[in-house]
């Protein structure tokens, strides 16, 4: 369950190694376990510089990545975890669980308490989902809230005393590294019995509760025949209770309109206490019988003391929220592009923002435009190769709105033209982007009066609802475009 | 020299940790865990500074104190300066008591034996209990953090040696229960109790009242370390993986608690479960595991224990729980998980294998963990990645890959829309959207992917990745392999670049997909025209799969590249192709294009190349030249090609000097023809094929020897003897060495000395063929003996007889010499011996001992040989 070292690398292309190792913490006591579990097979952990190498050749961020080589590009090299072997000084260091995520790797060895050959499955090594919640828990505390590169520098200066208190000997006390350093500046409230070791302190004030829904829209849209249209909402709820007491205990309902859609796939948070079983069995995969469970849908929990999010759904609503077609067609140097988009009569129609965003890859700079919108206004961002069609607030009465018009391209050069591996020949999308606040297209919403809060005071209960639109697209529907197997099964 | 300041400490930190091999081997690394220890007590340096010291003891002690004696001491001094810091508040007790610990495990001092042991386990265990430990310890509001720091340095102690608090489990138990921090003496008191119950299991002892026992030890009393000492000095896994955790079941089966023991257990396994709630997620998981297995195979301790908790983990997002979860499942199977609790689970799996709201590699994990998931009734092999059985088609295509995933997802998804391809091979077929299409549109996109000019190789490597899969997956299927292979080709077509990837996947693949895919690319290269700017890939391509097939079509597309090959790459390009060929035993045409290529190809090198390669086929047999141009060890390519294949040749086609696996031995003699002849018999310990035996004559006493030739020998088949003429200059003995130039049955060519071998003086003798038949033998021998005179020598001996007498001697040894006979007691011998010498005898009058002998020789040399033939010949017998 333990770790044997951390890594925490920033990618830096262009630069000779491509990388700097920016933190690293290695745990002589596991190691000393490791070398006696995994006998002959045993590989010692690198030091920095030979693991910086290996790792960034093995994930491809090198910057020489040009010729097939063997070792990594190799059709029988087939990774499909973010679990690394690494070869290094003739033996080969596994498992490296490593991952990128704004331009920061993140690596950990965790300890396998057997011989590593042949390598064990890794379901059944302890270790691997506490590296994988170790290193998740570096990422969010970096960058939950981080707005720039100061910050950071000081979020990985407290690292090395975060460590102490967080992991001090490799085995992982708390993922939520935040907590480790409220922790370190509550050290001296005397802890009451009982307190929830994921609860450091106690809140002195106003009692407060604040709940706010996100929902944010996908969709697939292709207007073909013989390809559905795929839409879904995936929610998140939100919460910060500010209570006081060791343990307080909040239930939160969360109500659907009489036509709302039901939540699904529910995912809640470690403190939620119990569950009930309609809420486990909800699933948009598989229903389990036709009799889809909507609501109330009650969370009981003790909260932490910071904002958390108490659970994440998502949900089929009946129709996409904007439905439209794309057509474009190549002809030689341009290419002609008609759009149409639909407002679905129950959506709110009252957007904080919506835009149309339709890119040209693999083709030359545009060097001319003329289109026509029926309604709001085009602009040409010919650097990036992209048509932004800014919608506004509304639409119109009539709920639909159009463009059409030809984009003309200059000779393809190899260089700066924005490059997709997707967008090939006529494949090509529109994405839109919107906002529409104090809204769900569920219709889900928290009701103040089903909050029920057992701790002193009466608390004052704020909710906010708000609707994103998310990978929202709309192919060319002259073209083929990439399916799920999901839009296939008409 | 004064004290380092903080920025020197910060400096050489700097130093040790970019490279701590290359510090402790420079002139400063010597001293630094010495001065680390001493600056700790310095007043100068700030706390900060201090931590980041005690930092670097946390992480590389091995380094700074090698030794265990080092380390002893280390610790030591660490202890001594926590004792001595003022009982203000301070930073550094939480570290210096990790440091501490630190130092001891991994410094391999930790035992009965070390003082520092004997002060340090006291302290902890004062500490966890939250016993006042009086002034020095700082305030009160430093008590709580410093009693969860030493159950953590515990819980590490006892992970490095099991047992260690076996004698604190009652301890432990009772401070849970009242006010201590749930947290970590939860975590103790599951790892102490797992371990214990390890323990006494291997023992075969009961659990003795482990879980009651009263007080832990008294503050300076001895320190029990009998269960530590029970559990080895090995650390013992805290969550086996699940195969080797199947041994172990039956280890702790032997474990019989008490009804009353059973009982306590149950209790302190509920506190612990009971309380897990407050614990971290990451802590929950870890208890999880502890208890799963600590209690997997223990009579008396039904697993349903965990139930309660199922139902709040299964909902959760976090990833440590599920996976703890999933081991539970594992542990216990069935008797904690019924059928349809196996097909929840899977639905949260599945469910959690594509949830939008989290990350990727959990993501990655999930999809993992559904292929390897622990069914309660697995049907395939143990060990290999395969669907569970309850995870149905419905669940399964909500898994399906699309090209807009992350290559690792799409890989993985892959993976399972193969295995469910594999599973209804035979239904759907007809209907719309088979699973088998969708597949073989997803691998067209990719291909397609892979086709970008420009494109990352990333992109490429994934095309071939996934063709891969699907052909290890579904090598059967020639409704999937079929349109695969053409789609391959056709990639080729567009992207010959992409040749390397295309060889590599030849190298991999077996036969089902292999071979179609062999043709089709010969096919696809041959039929272009031999100046394409892509003419190295083409050439790469077909030096993989040029084969006996249709050779001239290969051949054509060569003569047609070799004007385009300007350059040396090329070239060699061009004449591995050749090589192929001639592998493949394809003469017809390539010694054409051989002769051409070592005349018209600019590169002194190729024509050499050419030139060698046209002498190799013009002159060796098909087998012979298959192992000529076998693979060679020198990499390809370097510097000259001739040097580099010279590797290969030179073994073949070079002679090797090698230990003779052939046995040569004289057999009897043959008196009989115009010379004498050496009757040799040969025996191999291999086969040995084109045997050629050469002989030398030591001495020039003999003309040169022919070889001797031998087609194939094997073991422990006689051939007939071979005959050695020999061509004496003087009727005398000698030794011939002998050599033996031979194929092993791996085409080389071998050479050997062998033992010489010997030619005796009786081995020269011959009759004299004129004798006549009958009538006056006397006459011819009288005739002889008087002609030897007066230019020879005459001699009388006495040839000493054995047991048999003079007649057994005569018949044995000198039987077709005889002339005249009058056995038993008198014989004349009359022998030639080549070149043209005489040796006649006279035995008569033989005795009881022996027989007198006179001999007359027309060559004087021959007497002293002769006696020695004589005399010797008793004693052969």
């Known amino acids: 369950m333990a770790q044997r070292a951390v890594w925490l690398i920033s990618h830096e292309p262009g630069t000779p190694l491509c990388g700097t190792v920016r933190f690293s913490r290695r745990y002589p006591t596991v190691e000393k376990r490791a070398r006696v579990f995994n006998g002959t097979s045993y590989v010692p952990i690198p030091e920095d510089g030979p693991f910086l190498k290996a790792l960034l050749f093995e994930l491809r961020l090198l910057d020489d990545n040009k010729d097939f080589v063997e070792s990594r590009d190799s059709c029988s090299h087939i990774n499909k975890t973010s679990v690394y072997g690494l070869v290094i000084g003739g033996g080969e260091l596994w498992p490296v669980v490593a991952f990128l995520k704004n331009n920061m790797i993140y690596a950990c060895v965790p300890l396998v308490e057997q011989t590593l050959s042949p390598h064990p499955p890794l379901i059944s090594i302890s270790g691997i989902s506490q590296s994988f919640e170790l290193l998740f828990g570096i990422q969010d505390f970096l960058f939950l809230g981080q707005k720039n590169d100061t910050e950071l520098n000081t979020k990985l200066n407290q690292l090395p005393d975060l460590f102490l208190q967080a992991c001090p000997f490799g085995t992982l ?23 929830p070791a994921w609860r450091v302190g106690t809140y002195k004030g106003k009692p407060q509760v604040s709940i706010s829904i996100t929902e944010k829209v996908k969709s697939m ?53 119990s569950l009930d079983s309609a809420i486990l069995t909800s699933s948009s995969i598989d229903t389990m019988d036709d009799s889809a469970f909507s609501g109330p849908y009650k969370f009981p929990f003790t909260p932490p003391l910071e904002s958390f999010n108490l659970c994440y759904y998502t949900s089929q609503v009946p129709v996409p929220p904007i439905l439209g077609f794309y057509q474009m067609k190549e002809e030689e140097i341009q290419v002609k592009i008609t759009v149409n988009l639909k407002l679905h009569e129950s959506v709110k129609n009252n957007f904080e923002f919506c835009e149309a965003h339709i890119p040209f890859y693999n083709r030359g700079p545009i060097t001319h435009v003329e289109c026509k919108v029926s309604f709001g206004q085009l602009e040409v961002f010919r650097e990036k190769s992209l048509l932004v069609w800014i919608i506004g607030q509304k639409f119109p009465k009539s709920m639909e709105i159009s463009l059409s018009g030809t984009v003309t391209f200059g000779a393809k050069s190899q260089e700066k033209q924005p490059f997709d591996e997707i967008c090939i020949g006529g494949t090509a999308y529109l994405k839109l982007h919107f906002r529409i606040l104090d809204y769900t297209l569920t219709g889900c919403y928290a009701d103040q009066h089903s909050v029920q809060v057992f701790a002193s005071g009466k608390p004052k209960i704020s909710t906010h609802r708000k609707l994103i639109s998310s990978d929202y697209y709309i192919w060319n529907s002259k073209a083929p475009a990439p399916v799920t197997y999901g839009s296939l099964l008409l | 020299m004064g004290p380092p300041s903080r920025e020197t400490w910060a400096q050489r930190l700097g130093a040790f940790r970019a490279s701590p091999s290359a510090f402790m081997a420079g002139p400063e690394g010597e001293d630094l865990g010495r001065d680390l220890l001493i600056e700790l007590r310095s007043e100068k340096l700030s706390e900060q500074t201090k931590v980041s010291l005690l930092a670097l003891s946390l992480e590389y002690p091995a380094q700074l104190w090698p030794d265990a004696a080092a380390a002893e001491a280390a610790a030591t001094s660490l202890l001594d300066t926590l004792v001595l810091l003022p009982p203000r508040p301070s930073a550094l007790r939480r570290p210096l ?114 879980l009651v026992a009263g007080d832990a030890p008294t503050p300076g009393g001895p320190w029990n370390w009998a269960l530590a000492e029970e559990g080895g000095a090995h650390p013992q896994p805290q969550a086996p993986s699940w195969p080797a955790a199947e041994d172990e079941e039956c280890g702790l089966a032997v474990l019989e608690p008490s009804p009353e023991e059973a009982r306590e257990l149950r209790a302190a396994v509920a506190q612990l479960l009971d309380s897990s709630y407050l614990l971290t997620p990451v802590a929950q998981a870890q208890l999880l595991w502890l208890l799963g297995w600590a209690l997997r195979g223990l009579r008396g301790q039904p697993p349903v224990l965990f139930k309660p908790q199922l139902v709040r983990l299964l909902g959760t997002a976090q990833l440590a729980l599920l996976h703890a979860v999933l081991a539970l499942k594992a542990a216990f199977g069935e008797a904690l998980f019924t059928a349809q609790d196996e097909a929840l689970l899977l639905r949260r799996l599945t469910l959690a294998a594509q949830h939008p709201a989290l990350p990727l590699p959990a993501h990655l994990f999930y999809l993992h963990c559904l292929l390897s998931f622990p069914e309660n009734c697995p049907l395939g092999p143990a060990g290999e990645e395969a669907a569970p059985l309850l995870l149905g088609p419905r669940l399964g295509r909500s898994l399906l890959p699309s090209l807009l995933h992350d290559p690792m997802a799409l890989l993985a998804r892959l993976h399972l829309l193969c295995l469910l391809c594999a599973e209804d091979e035979e239904e759907e077929k007809g209907q719309g959207w088979s699973p088998q299409r969708y597949l073989g549109e997803l691998l067209a996109g990719l291909r397609q992917r892979a086709d970008l000019d420009g494109g990352p190789r990333a992109l490429a490597a994934l095309c071939f990745q996934a063709s891969y899969l699907v052909v290890r997956c579904l090598a059967t299927q020639p409704l999937v392999l079929t349109p695969l292979t053409h789609g391959l080709a056709e990639l080729y077509r567009a992207r010959p670049a ?101 005349r018209q190809l600019d590169d002194p090198d190729g024509r050499d190349h050419a030139r060698l390669y046209y002498i190799l086929l013009a002159h060796l047999a098909g087998p012979k030249l298959g192992v000529a141009l076998g693979p060679s060890l020198a990499a390809p390519a370097l510097t000259s090609s001739l040097v580099a294949e010279n590797q290969g040749f030179a073994a073949v086609l070079m002679v090797q000097e090698a230990p003779a696996p052939i046995r040569l031995s004289v057999g009897p003699r043959r008196a009989a023809g115009p010379g004498p002849v050496l009757q040799l018999q040969v025996e191999v310990l291999e086969p040995v094929f084109s045997l050629e035996l050469r002989f030398r004559v030591q001495g020039q006493l003999y003309a040169p020897l022919d070889a001797v030739h031998v087609p194939c020998l094997r073991p422990g088949r006689p051939c007939s003897p071979l005959l050695l003429p020999l061509q004496p200059r003087l009727p005398a003995p000698t030794q011939l060495s002998v050599r033996a130039l031979y194929a092993t049955p791996a085409g080389l060519t071998c050479h050997a000395h062998l033992p010489p071998v010997p030619v005796n003086f009786e081995d020269l003798f011959l009759p004299f063929p004129q004798a006549p038949d009958d009538g006056d033998k006397q006459g011819f021998f009288e005739e002889l003996w008087d002609s030897c005179l007066p230019k020879g020598a005459e001699s009388r001996l006495w040839c000493p007889l054995g047991p048999q007498g003079l007649e057994a001697l005569v018949s044995r040894h000198l039987e077709p010499f005889v002339v005249v006979a009058q056995p038993p007691t008198s014989y004349h011998v009359a022998i030639r011996l080549p070149p043209d010498s005489r040796l006649l005898l006279r035995l008569e009058a033989a005795q009881a001992g022996g027989v007198p002998v006179a001999l007359r020789t027309d060559h004087w040399a021959v007497l002293p040989l002769a006696g020695d033939y004589l005399r010797g010949l008793s004693a052969t017998g």
């Open chain 1, 173 to 195: 006390l708390d993922a939520n590294l935040q907590n480790s350093l409220d922790s370190i500046n509550f050290a001296s409230v005397p802890h009451p019995q009982k307190q």
């Open chain 1, 221 to 273: 849209q292709y207007d073909k025949q013989d390809i559905a249209d795929t839409w879904q909402v995936v929610g998140a709820v939100t919460c910060k209770c500010d209570l006081e007491g060791n343990m307080p205990n909040v239930t939160i309902s969360l109500s659907l309109p009489t036509n709302g859609s039901p939540l699904q796939d529910i995912l809640v948070h470690p403190c939620v206490t």
């Open chain 2, 97 to 210: 008591l990790l440091a501490a610990t630190t130092v001891l495990a991994a410094g391999d001092a930790l035992g009965p034996t070390s003082g520092a042991s004997r002060r340090l386990l006291p302290l902890l265990l004062g500490l966890a209990s939250g016993r006042d430990l009086g002034r020095g310890f700082g305030p009160a509001s430093e008590q709580r953090p410093l009693q969860a720091t030493a159950c953590e340095c515990l819980r590490e102690l006892e992970s490095c040696k099991p047992g260690l608090l076996g004698d604190c489990l009652g301890l432990l138990r009772r401070l849970l229960g009242q006010e201590g921090p749930v947290q970590p003496l939860s975590l103790l008191l599951a790892l102490a109790l797992r371990n214990a119950l390890v323990i006494r299991a291997k023992a075969k002892a009961g659990l003795q009242g482990l």
């Open chain 2, 498 to 598: 992409l040749a390397p990837h295309f060889v590599d996947l030849l190298d991999r693949v077996g036969p089902e997909l292999g071979e179609p895919l062999r043709a089709v690319l010969r096919q696809e290269v041959v039929s272009r025209a031999g100046r394409d700017e892509a003419l190295r890939w083409h050439l790469k391509i077909l030096a993989k799969v040029a084969d006996g097939n249709a050779p001239s079509a290969t051949l054509g597309f060569l003569r047609a590249a070799a004007a385009h090959c300007t350059d040396w790459g090329l070239q060699q390009a061009l004449l591995r192709v050749c090589r192929t060929l001639m592998r493949a035993g394809v003469r017809e045409g390539l010694a054409d294009l051989l002769q051409a290529l070592a």
